[in-house]
């Protein structure tokens, strides 16, 4: 079947401007995270919904980012007055139940903001 | 809450000759683990899962990582490199410490492979 799909692939920014990256889970997965990796480093946590809600958003890094799952499928995240430090790949994943099932990754978007 | 440490940022081995990666992770509760692959320009892939059955799980690819309690690691290990091996591995570690499990991504191992 269809895996986690993530649109735009890549996406180029200016400083200071809005985007919005969208993440279409796989059918069926109730949790969907969303992780950002830069450069060299592991993914780093910024939000999970389990449903429509979100369950931990503690990984977002200040107020300009928000991410929403209206109907418990397609998640958006956003990010506001984008900086050139936003720069890197953002990585959409879903699972099923139990909370011991492993993570369904999709390809990323790689966000530049120059 | 968890954290997982992996041990070596880079390791090169020769074709044919045995990987080692390690990870160590801390958890306050039984703990979930996890090792994905991520080749370039390639989404990450899981490797294989332990969840509390069989301490030595084995994975695709040839694979495959022991659980060790008393020394809190899970070292992914495959008894004969291949280039296709090369890329970057991530351990990861879960617990009920959140409602659902926040996964926690180690740094990452570079795995070079040598002709």
């Known amino acids: 079947g269809a895996g986690v799909s993530q649109t735009p692939s890549n996406k180029v920014t200016e400083k200071g401007k809005y985007v919005e990256l969208r993440c279409d889970p796989i059918s069926g997965h109730t949790a969907l995270y969303w992780y950002r990796q830069s450069l060299g480093q592991g993914p780093e946590f910024l939000i999970y919904f389990q449903g429509t809600g979100a369950a931990d958003d503690s990984g977002l890094p200040n107020d300009r980012f928000f991410a929403v799952r209206p109907e418990g499928s397609v998640s958006t995240l956003k990010i506001q007055r984008t900086e050139r430090g936003d720069s890197a790949v953002y990585l959409c994943?879903?699972?099923?139940?139990?909370?011991?099932?492993?993570?369904?990754f999709g390809n990323g978007t790689r966000l530049t903001v120059t | 809450a968890q954290s997982v440490t992996q041990l070596d940022s880079h390791v090169s081995v020769s074709e044919g000759t045995p990987v080692l990666l390690r990870c160590n992770y801390s958890?306050?509760?039984?703990?979930?683990l996890f090792w994905y692959v991520q080749h370039p320009n390639k989404g990450l892939q899981l490797l294989l899962k332990?969840?509390?059955?069989?301490?030595l799980v084995k994975g695709i690819n040839g694979f495959e990582a022991e659980f060790k309690k008393s020394e809190t690691s899970f070292h992914l290990t495959k008894p004969s490199a291949h280039m296709s091996d090369a890329a970057e591995y991530f351990c990861v570690v879960s617990d009920r410490s959140d409602s659902w499990g926040k996964l926690q991504f180690g740094a990452g191992t570079q795995v070079v492979v040598t002709p």
């Open positions: 332990y969840t509390s059955a069989a301490t």
């Open positions: 994943a879903s699972r099923t139940e139990p909370y011991n099932s492993p993570l369904h």
């Open positions: 958890s306050s509760y039984s703990p979930s």
